[in-house]
Each structure stands twice: as structure tokens, then as C-alpha cells.
Antibody
Framework: QVQLVESGGGVVQPGRSLRLSCVVS????????FHWVRQAPGKGLNWVSV????????SYADSVKGRFTISRDNSKNTLYLQMNSLRAEDTGVYYC????????????????WGQGTLVTVSS | EIVLTQSPATLSLSPGERATLSCRAS??????LAWYQQKPGQAPRLLIY???IRATGIPARFSGSGSGTDFTLTISSLEPDDFAVYYC?????????FGGGTNVEIK
């Protein structure tokens, strides 16, 4: 079955960096786009970034543009999120999510999610 | 950025009752609207995509409707397992956004 497993979260001071990973198994990783979504404690879901199946296209939420970088290694079935210049408001659970229900080059939803990894930005 | 507004914020109902959740978009998203269910400590689970199509394995008591700017998620008869937070999300363009969520709680 399809599995997404995030890692790399932890406690980090403001201004420092962290890299999250998401290892995917159970299907052909290189055929799908992936996203990062975050959730501050007790709050709703916020989309962070997307990367296309081959890594050629990327997009970011305004709140992380210029600080976060999404990437992937199709040989390792792994998605990454490099987070620099971290702020307190970046605190939350970070989920990786797979694009699904795609047709004609357009995808309609996230069909699989990881269990999330917690990032805490605090001095 | 497209803003999705969900109402009500909280819905207090009893098992067996019908739940009607609303999601309104600040501009048209055509039918590129999905619904997710999230329980405490768990990742979200996809329920509906394309505004009205149930995802694989989702029970028939969940249904979605709408297009353009107004969407509805209906749970025809609440089961104990359905008490959770529900989010809508558009998929029409970047940035993707989610609604603020509706908490369906036991009355």
C-alpha cells in the first residue's frame, strides 16, 4: 500500500534551518506531484509548496517564498523541504501529501498523506 | 489568493442526524473543490473531489454538491466515527488554500 513517512522535525531556534524528508513507498514515486501542508497547533491546514513529478515546476505560499525550498530525489523516492530563516509562526505539524485523481494534466485532490512531523521554532 | 469560507465553524448534532456543511469561495473554482476529514492526532483523509465525487472507500452517506463559488458537504446520517473536523480545499490554481474548517461535534 502507499505510504508516506516524514522525518526531520524538531525544535530549532528562530533564524536557523531545518530539512524535512518524506520517504514514499507503494507506488511509482516519479509519476506524481507532491505537496507540503502545515498545521499550526490547534489551527487549520495551510498549503506550503508543490513540486511536479519531475521537479521542473514548483510553487510556494507567499508566507514561505524565498525561505523554503522544495525538492525531490526520484532515485530515492524522497521529497524534501529545506526551511531557512525559520520564524515562530512556522511552528506546526508538516505533512507531505500526494497528488491524486488526476486527469488531463490537472489533479483534483491529495489522495495520500503522511502522518506528519512536528517543527517547533522557539528560543 | 482564493479565500474559502466554511460555515458554520461548529455543528453540534446527534448520531443519526443529517449534517450540512458549507464552503464558499471568494471567486469561482469551477468544480475543483475537495473535502477532507481530520480527527485529532491524525492526518486528513480525502472524502470528496471534483466537488461531488466520492474518493475510493468513502461511504455513500457522504455527498458533495455545488460549483463555482458555493459548495456543500452532506453527511446523510451521522455515525459515531464521523465526528471530526472537515476542511474544503480548492485545486484550481496556486496558491492552493483550505477553508478554516467545520468541527462536527456530538450534541
Amino acid at each position: 500500500q502507499v505510504q508516506l513517512v516524514e522525518s526531520g522535525g524538531g525544535v530549532v531556534q528562530p533564524g536557523r534551518s531545518l530539512r524535512l524528508s518524506c520517504v514514499v513507498s507503494g507506488f511509482t514515486f516519479s509519476m506524481s506531484g507532491f505537496h507540503w501542508v502545515r498545521q499550526a497547533p490547534g489551527k487549520g491546514l495551510n498549503w506550503v509548496s508543490v513540486i511536479s513529478y519531475d521537479g521542473s515546476d514548483k510553487s510556494y505560499a507567499d508566507s514561505v517564498k524565498g525561505r523554503f525550498t522544495i525538492s525531490r530525489d526520484n532515485s530515492k523516492n524522497t521529497l524534501y523541504l529545506q526551511m531557512n530563516s525559520l520564524r515562530a509562526e512556522d511552528t506546526g505539524v508538516y505533512y507531505c501529501a500526494k497528488d491524486g485523481y488526476c486527469s488531463g494534466g490537472k489533479c483534483y485532490a491529495f489522495d495520500y498523506w503522511g502522518q506528519g512531523t512536528l517543527v517547533t521554532v522557539s528560543s | 489568493e482564493i479565500v474559502l469560507t466554511q460555515s458554520p465553524a461548529t455543528l453540534s448534532l446527534s448520531p443519526g442526524e443529517r449534517a450540512t456543511l458549507s464552503c464558499r469561495a471568494s471567486q469561482s473554482v469551477d468544480r475543483f473543490l475537495a473535502w477532507y476529514q481530520q480527527k485529532p492526532g491524525q492526518a486528513p483523509r480525502l472524502l470528496i473531489y471534483g466537488a461531488s465525487i466520492r474518493a475510493t472507500g468513502i461511504p455513500a452517506r457522504f455527498s458533495g454538491s455545488g460549483s463555482g463559488t458555493d459548495f456543500t458537504l452532506t453527511i446523510s446520517s451521522l455515525e459515531p466515527d464521523d465526528f471530526a473536523v472537515y476542511y474544503c480545499q480548492h485545486r484550481i490554481d496556486w496558491p492552493l488554500t483550505f477553508g478554516g474548517g467545520t468541527n462536527v461535534e456530538i450534541k
